[in-house]
């Protein structure tokens, strides 16, 4: 619950987005063939798309 009593709820279009932008990274650090940049790519999907489902669903409830 937020500070207003109001439960935030995590929809599945939140899920396969948040799925999504984790393949594409994935897919990316495939693609750089290991090392720090594959981990920086995975690091940044996975952060990234964490804050920005994140965000959604902050606002989508006010």
């Known amino acids: 619950m937020d500070s207003h009593g109001r439960k935030r709820m995590i929809r599945l279009s939140d899920i396969v987005l948040l799925v999504g932008l984790l393949a594409v990274g994935g ?3 495939v693609l750089l063939g ?4 594959s981990q920086a790519a995975l690091a940044f999907f ?4 964490g804050a920005f489902v994140g965000t959604r669903i902050r ?3 006010g």
């Open 34 to 37: 290991g090392g720090w940049q």
């Open 46 to 49: 996975g952060i990234g798309g």
């Open 27 to 29: 897919g990316l650090a």
């Open 59 to 61: 606002q989508r409830n």
